[in-house]
């Protein structure tokens, strides 16, 4: 089991469905394990009822069907489908709106969804999603995709929020121009907070949200892009300098 889970660590996200599905074959008696535990590339479907997009995940899905956070009902429809209380129903409304606020505000567009259920420990989970498209320019494929776990304690005069954020990035080029370039991979980080509830769930899940995202995009430039112009820079110096060598 860890050598499979180290082996879907280092698996692109383009090819972690297929390497995903060759594992579950292999190790069937692992594969509840291997699909709660391994992030897949996010996919959409459009809720028929409301018109919008919603993201599909294992946090929102039972059986074949996919619950949409917007109409907060299956597609396909489903009988006997698990749903959130109204309590949750009502924070998880509120938390769609105010995360697709956010995600305008850093991404300028994409598509966020936020799913809320309860757990065994008096408290709930919430699930914090977000898929971005980012072709432009000699991009022929660019995608970030963010998945932000929390799990939130029973209430008390603080209560315990611990944070799992996954990012999977894929950058494509194919120009003649530049060449066929690709750079993908993702990153995995934890936070554990014990906050007060003065200012109210959303806002302590948002805050761990937003400075969990600065962290992981710091990580990702240092090390996707830092280390990768470094082997460029090595392996291809720039004209001026290679201009110089002979003078020096």
């Given at each position: 089991m860890e050598a499979a889970l180290g082996l879907m660590r280092r698996i692109p996200p383009k090819h972690s469905v297929t390497a995903l599905s060759?594992?579950?074959?292999?190790?069937?008696?692992?594969?509840?394990?291997?699909l709660s535990q391994v992030d897949q590339p996010l996919q959409v479907l459009c809720d028929s009822e409301s018109g919008k997009e919603f993201i599909l995940c294992e946090?929102?899905?039972d059986a074949d069907s996919y619950r949409s956070p917007w109409s907060n009902k299956y597609h396909p429809p489903l009988g006997d489908a698990l749903l959130p209380s109204d309590e949750l129903r009502k924070l998880e409304v509120e938390a769609n709106e105010v995360f697709a606020i956010y995600r305008d505000q850093y991404y300028e567009?994409?598509?966020?969804s936020v799913y809320l259920w309860e757990d065994n420990n008096e408290g709930f989970v919430a699930c914090f999603l977000i898929k971005k498209d980012g072709r432009r320019g000699y991009l022929q494929e660019g995608l970030w995709e963010a998945i932000h776990v929390i799990e939130v304690g029973p209430e008390d005069e603080t209560t315990r929020y611990c944070l799992t954020s996954t990012v999977m990035l894929s950058l494509t080029t194919d120009k003649e121009s530049s060449g066929t370039f690709?750079?993908?991979?993702?990153?995995?980080?934890?936070?554990?907070?014990?906050?007060?509830?003065?200012?109210?769930?959303?806002?302590?899940?948002?805050?761990?949200?937003?400075?969990?995202?600065?962290?992981?995009?710091?990580?990702?430039?240092?090390?996707?892009?830092?280390?990768?112009?470094e082997m460029v820079c090595t392996l291809r110096p720039p004209s001026e300098v290679v201009m110089r060598l002979p003078n020096s």
């Open positions: 060759a594992l579950v074959s292999l190790l069937p008696n692992h594969s509840s394990d291997l946090y929102n899905r567009g994409g598509i966020s690709n750079l993908s991979g993702s990153i995995r980080r934890q936070m554990t907070m014990d906050l007060p509830l003065a200012d109210g769930h959303l806002c302590n899940m948002g805050k761990m949200i937003e400075e969990m995202e600065g962290k992981l995009r710091n990580s990702l430039d240092q090390v996707y892009f830092g280390k990768t112009k």
